[in-house]
């Protein structure tokens, strides 16, 4: 399958934010279109960190990402 090049338009469908949310085993890399928390922000306190892409970064795979921007010390009580 023959790669196409990102437009304008394609560029605003990309997710925006690198995130890293507690997983069951520790921190796992997501991308996400909006740093929308839900309701009653029940998402918030499942984030560890996270940042806004820029443009010629949103089209990068989760594990170069994940690579870039290694994730959080998180210690466990």
């Known amino acids: 399958m023959a790669r196409r090049h990102t437009t304008e338009a394609d560029a605003d469908d990309l997710p925006r934010y690198f995130v890293w949310v507690r997983g069951l085993e520790g ?4 991308k996400w279109m909006a740093m929308d ?4 922000d029940w998402k918030r306190p499942l984030v560890l960190a996270f940042l806004e892409l820029p443009e010629d970064e949103r089209r990068l795979p989760l594990s170069v990402l994940a690579r870039r921007y290694p994730p959080p010390r998180v210690d466990v009580l």
């Open 27 to 30: 921190p796992e890399p997501q």
């Open 37 to 40: 928390f839900g309701v009653g």
